[in-house]
Nanobody, 122 residues
Framework: QVLLVESGGGLVQAGGSLRLSCAPS????????MGWYRQAPGKERELVAA????????IYADSVKGRFTISRDNAKTTLYLQMNNLQPEDTAIYYC???????????????WGQGTQVTVSS
């Protein structure tokens, strides 16, 4: 069974930082583009950040530009999302995904993690 396992969520005050991690279990995703999504209560799941398989290109939602950074370790075994200056509106369940990047857009694939809760208090 293929799994993506997220970790690193938690409760933080506004202005604080968290780093999320996502590691695959069951197969490698080193040749895949990867992305982070989030879903807040009552809202649709939205793309937060994505990185092309070559790691040359990263894209971000406007709401997190300048605050969040997506990265991958050199072996491409773990995906990270560094989140700085967190705000209450960042509160959501965060999911990682393995998908495809093409012409400036990220297309989610079928592999999702179970999600990790991020809660930002004001």
């Amino acid at each position: 069974q293929v799994l993506l396992v997220e970790s690193g969520g938690g409760l933080v005050q506004a202005g604080g930082s968290l780093r999320l991690s996502c590691a695959p279990s069951g197969r490698t995703f080193s040749s895949n583009s990867m992305g982070w999504y989030r879903q807040a209560p009552g809202k649709e799941r939205e793309l937060v950040a994505a990185k092309s398989w070559s790691d040359f290109i990263s894209i971000y939602a406007d709401s997190v530009k300048g605050r969040f950074t997506i990265s991958r370790d050199n072996a491409k075994t773990t995906l990270y999302l560094q989140m700085n200056n967190l705000q209450p509106e960042d509160t959501a369940i965060y999911y990682c995904n393995s998908g495809n990047y093409y012409r400036g857009k990220y297309y989610p694939g079928n592999y999702w993690g179970q999600g990790t809760q991020v809660t930002v208090s004001s």
